[in-house]
Structure formats: C-alpha cells, structure tokens
C-alpha cells in the first residue's frame, strides 16, 4: 500500500524538493516518489528539529534560579529527579561523577526519540520513529559515540583488552562474542523502538476508525449499540493516554540503554 503524503511532508517538498532531487541524483539514488522525494519521516523529523530549535530558545530565555517556570521544572525534572530516574542521576551512578560531560549527547538523543514519538498527537504529524531508518539512524548514533568515549577514555589499547575477555587462551572466542554482542545492540535499540511506536500508531488510529463508525452509523445500531454510541467519545482519549505512556516509557529505555552502554565503556573495570 503506497503510504499517504502528509500535509506537511507536501510543503517540505515544495521548499526543499528540487534540491533534494538534485543530491540524490548526484548519488544515484532514486526516490521512491519522485514528485514527493522527501519522504513523511525526513519531513516529521525537520519539524521535530524546528520545534526542538524553538522551544529551548524560548525556554533558555526563561530560565531562573530563584523563580523556576512549570517548563523549567519539567525539563530539570528529566535531567535529576527524587527518584533518582533523571538522565544525570543514572549517568553519574553508572559512570561517576564525571560522566555529566557525556549529557548533552545522551541528552539530546533522549529529548529527540521523545519529542519524536510525542509529535504524531498533533493531528496531521506521525511520529518519525515509527520508520525503522530514524531508530537505525540513532541507535548508530548512539553506538558510535560510547564506543569513541571508551576509545578516549582508555586509550585505543587498553579499550581493545575489554574485547579479548580476562583469559588469553579465550581472547579469541571472546573477540567475537565481544563483537557480536555490541553489534546486536544496534539491532536492539532499533527494533525496540520502531516496534513499539509503530504498533502503538496502529492501535490508536485503528481502534480510533473502529469506534467513530459506532458513531456514523448509531441510527441503524439496537438498544446495545445505543449503549455503546458513547464509545467514540471516552476510547480515543483511553488510547491517546496510551500512546503518551508507551512514547515516554520508549524515550526513557533509548536514554537509559545507551546511559548502560556507555558506562560499560568508560569504566574503570576495563
């Protein structure tokens, strides 16, 4: 089924088609929509950069020590909280004090597969991470830059020892159980993420068509269908709850994970 272009995703191509078109084609790569070459998710993730790029202006402007705003509180409230669940209070406990210099990253990445997930409740929007290639594009992301912190933490040699395992005699074996096993989280933090989002659209605009027919057609319904012609009304707002829960329990596995990596590779144990 061929996808169905977005508004939005329209008025990106009209602004940014043509160059667009000439870059692929200096590659060589064919789009599958010509007229349209930019696709819904590299269009959803334009806006989600623009709405990103405005709102922390408009927040850093707001900013306050003695008298903190309600979107100040939220946004500190993700960074260090009470429960210790903040992005800073699971980077310093699983890879020390120092290991704030590594937020802005693991941060950024965080507030983006959010706002990501979070962005397809504005009506006409879908979340970018419900395409397999936006959860590829930042668990390569995130995979690159543990593993260069790691590098420039220990240094490129003792980094390598932590691959070839404590025995020498095994070093070999565990070079490629070593390998395997960070190459499979890529495929992890991927699948995860498009798995969950994805479903998580299709259950919302399912059930969403299924209970607004109740309403189209309550005339012909019984005296049951009458009973249930309020469905329409109290089943999406149900689901839409859903999809904000699943979007920020997604967000925080894809920060918390990468947290988890991360202090895997800069500590000391290496």
Known sequence: MEEQVLGVTKLVNMLLGKPALALLAALHIHPANSEYPIPNYIAMELVVFLIAIGFFTWLKGRLSVDNPGAAQQCMEALLTNPMGVGARDLLEDTAGHNAVKYLPMIGSVGMFVLMSNLISLVPGFSSPTAEKTVPLGCAIVVFLYYNWAGLVHHGPLKYGKHFLGPVLAMSPIMFIVEIVSHLARLLSLTVRLWVNMLVSE?????????????????????????????????????????????????????????????????????
Do not use: C, D, M, R
Request: no cysteine; proline share 7%; charged share 5%.
């Open 202 to 270: 299709l259950l919302y605009v399912t059930f969403l068509g299924l209970t607004l027919s109740l309403f189209f057609y309550v005339e012909k319904l019984n005296v049951l269908g009458y009973a249930l012609a309020p469905l329409p009304l109290l089943a999406p707002p149900l689901f839409l709850l859903l999809h904000i829960f699943v979007g920020f329990v997604q967000a925080f596995v894809f920060t918390l994970l990468p947290i988890i990596y991360l202090g895997g590779a800069v500590g000391e144990e290496h």
